[in-house]
């Protein structure tokens, strides 16, 4: 099964997991390589050598390709994109900005270099920065976020560069990874379902939440202040939601979420912790291995296109 | 070269040309989030044939502050 993504990066199916913080640590990326995907872990507000280990741990497991995703505003980012470089990881992901002082470093270093955007203009710079490929996500996803759909920026950014584009936000099951490439992508990333898959170390309470949210479940907080993120609604997201729209400070809010992932993906607590999800957790009804969720994907898209591109 | 930029400004971010002063904060004062800025400079470099390396951009916050560079960089 080829296309451009599985080609450019040395993969069986165009399935990558996204590299979400805390929750995407080597066990869960070097499952979802060793099925034939591409696994990342996510560095989130780690420091560097948290990182490095989790490389070589993530080594041990797969001898297959797997990523690191950067978040740009981790203060340590200079240094992760440092070690990145050092231990030979194959692809990097980016989000939270535009990473163009490192490309060159990580090019030179043999990687691919493959930044999440939301709009079309970043996507373009990417390209010009020498960028291998773009992950286009939509405001359906989880976590930190943009402002337009899947639906509307894939399809706006495949025509706008010439790189392969990855659609993420929103995709869950066949259906959404055929429409995915009806809209020109050439591979998909999935979060939620991934979280919610065996060799996802996250707390059960995490993944429960996920199974049992309905399709109305998530909340963006954090849209007047410039940081939106999608989690599932909560005491939290209520009682972050009022105050905002009571006009609370950008510290005062921050307060409500420091600290709210790790709570709810470590110590389970997602009454007052922020259980990031994207809206697709409505769909998300069973926990099966990432093998199992990747051979599922690429079955049900592989009928719904005709086998023309899924041979 | 300020009415240029002005011109692009507003119309980038919808606010209103007078809006678009030398003091002016794109973020506090025109509303500009991460991405409207990433737009903004994309047809700024295309209008004045400058590149603004995204390091340059993190030391951008006023309308005085593009004119500087624009015109140390052209």
Same mark, same amino acid.
């Given at each position: 099964m080829q296309t451009e993504i599985t080609k450019l990066l040395g993969i069986e199916y165009p399935i990558v997991q996204g590299g979400m913080a805390w929750v995407a640590e080597y066990h869960l990326a070097a499952a979802v390589s060793e099925a034939g995907g591409l696994g990342l872990i996510g560095s989130g507000g780690a420091p560097a050598e948290w990182v490095r280990e989790q490389v070589r741990e993530a080594k041990k497991l797969t001898d297959k390709p797997f990523g690191v995703n950067v978040m740009l505003m981790n203060p340590e980012s200079d240094k992760i994109a440092q070690v990145l470089a050092e231990e030979g990881v194959k692809v990097v992901t980016t989000g939270a900005g535009s990473p163009e002082k490192y490309i060159k470093m990580w090019k030179d270093a043999g990687? &691919?270099?493959? #930044?999440?955007?939301?709009?079309?203009?970043?996507? &373009?710079?990417?390209?010009?920065?020498?960028?291998?490929?773009?992950?286009?996500?939509?405001?359906?996803?989880?976590?930190?976020?943009?402002?337009?759909?899947?639906?509307?920026?894939? #399809?706006?950014?495949?025509?706008?560069?010439?790189? #392969?584009?990855?659609?993420?936000?929103?995709?869950?099951?066949?259906?959404?990874?055929? !429409?995915?490439? @009806?809209?020109?992508?050439?591979?998909?990333?999935?979060?939620?379902?991934?979280?919610? /898959?065996n060799e996802c170390v996250v707390h059960d309470n995490y993944k429960k939440a996920i199974i049992k !949210?309905?399709?109305?479940?998530?909340?963006?907080?954090?849209?007047?202040?410039?940081? #939106? *993120?999608?989690?599932?609604?909560?005491? @939290?997201?209520?009682?972050?939601?009022?105050?905002?729209?009571?006009?609370?400070?950008?510290?005062?809010?921050?307060?409500?979420?420091?600290?709210?992932?790790?709570?709810?993906?470590?110590?389970?607590?997602?009454?007052?912790? /922020? *259980?990031?999800?994207?809206?697709?957790?409505?769909?998300?009804?069973?926990?099966?291995?990432?093998?199992?969720?990747?051979?599922?994907? @690429?079955?049900?898209?592989?009928?719904?296109?005709?086998?023309?591109?899924f041979e | 070269m300020l009415e240029k930029i002005q011109e692009l400004v507003a119309e980038g971010l919808g606010v209103n040309a007078s809006e678009v002063v030398e003091t002016a904060n794109f973020k506090e004062d025109l509303g500009a989030d991460s991405l409207d800025l990433f737009e903004l400079v994309m047809s700024l470099e295309e209008e004045f044939g400058v590149e603004i390396p995204t390091e340059d951009l993190e030391n951008i916050a006023t309308v005085g502050d593009v004119i500087k560079y624009i015109e140390a960089h052209k």
């Open positions: 990687m &691919k270099v493959i #930044p999440v955007v939301a709009s079309v203009a970043l996507a &373009k710079r990417m390209e010009r920065c020498g960028a291998d490929a773009v992950v286009a996500e939509g405001c359906e996803a989880g976590g930190h976020i943009g402002e337009n759909t899947t639906m509307v920026l894939v #399809p706006q950014i495949v025509d706008a560069v010439n790189i #392969p584009v990855i659609a993420a936000g929103g995709i869950a099951d066949g259906r959404g990874v055929a !429409a995915a490439f @009806m809209l020109g992508a050439q591979a998909v990333q999935l979060g939620t379902h991934f979280v919610v /898959s !949210a309905r399709d109305i479940d998530s909340r963006v907080t954090g849209r007047t202040i410039g940081h #939106p *993120v999608r989690a599932l609604r909560n005491q @939290m997201t209520n009682e972050y939601i009022k105050q905002e729209n009571a006009g609370a400070t950008v510290e005062e809010l921050e307060l409500l979420t420091l600290g709210g992932l790790r709570k709810a993906v470590v110590e389970g607590d997602v009454t007052t912790g /922020s *259980v990031m999800a994207g809206q697709i957790a409505g769909m998300v009804k069973e926990e099966m291995s990432c093998q199992e969720l990747i051979q599922k994907l @690429m079955r049900e898209a592989s009928e719904l296109l005709g086998g023309k591109r | -």
